[in-house]
């Protein structure tokens, strides 16, 4: 009776089928040479967000672009192709903090723009990608807003991905 049971449970096991993939954010920001607190907070809501629509996800550590993102994805790619995970995402925060009261803070206000590509690593292939402006989307310019923000991209980001 064990056996049938736990040869049950593997067969429903191998039905089940989890996308593996790598996040890299990467911080544009012309003018800084540091990691923001909201690039973080940003990088965990979106790693969370995949890891909770059932996504087995890893990162790579969020870096500054310094206008080298063809670069940075070249490197973190191949690393998630060493690591035999399916997929490669790509998440550009465009900041933009000219005209910010508090640019330390976690804010929305703080963020002109977020794109993403997503990569089918076993050809190299885009599966998706996108821009979204944080002027388009209604959050309060508060860390809660922010993280609803950063959710919100994660939603499209698994969207191209079930779309694969």
Avoid: K
């Avoid at 996040?23 to 809501?45: M, P, S, W």
């Amino acid at each position: 009776m064990f056996w049938a049971a736990a040869a049950a449970y593997l067969a429903m096991a191998g039905i089940v089928c989890a996308a593996s993939a790598s996040v890299q954010i990467i911080q544009n920001e012309q003018g800084t040479a540091v990691i923001r607190d909201a690039t973080y907070v940003f990088e965990d809501a979106v790693m969370n967000f995949c890891f909770e629509q059932g996504m087995i996800i890893s990162n790579t550590p969020a870096v500054l672009a310094q206008d080298n993102v063809s670069a940075i994805n070249a490197q973190a790619m191949s690393s998630a192709q060493s690591g035999r995970l399916e997929y490669y995402i790509s998440v550009v925060l465009n900041y933009d903090t000219s005209d910010s009261t508090n640019p330390d803070a976690v804010r929305l206000s703080n963020i002109d723009s977020v794109s993403w590509q997503v990569y089918r690593l076993a050809d190299a292939s885009l599966c998706g990608d996108g821009t979204l402006a944080a002027s388009a989307i209604a959050a309060d310019d508060t860390e809660d807003g922010f993280t609803d923000f950063a959710r919100q991209v994660a939603y499209y980001i698994c969207a191209d991905l079930n779309g694969r």
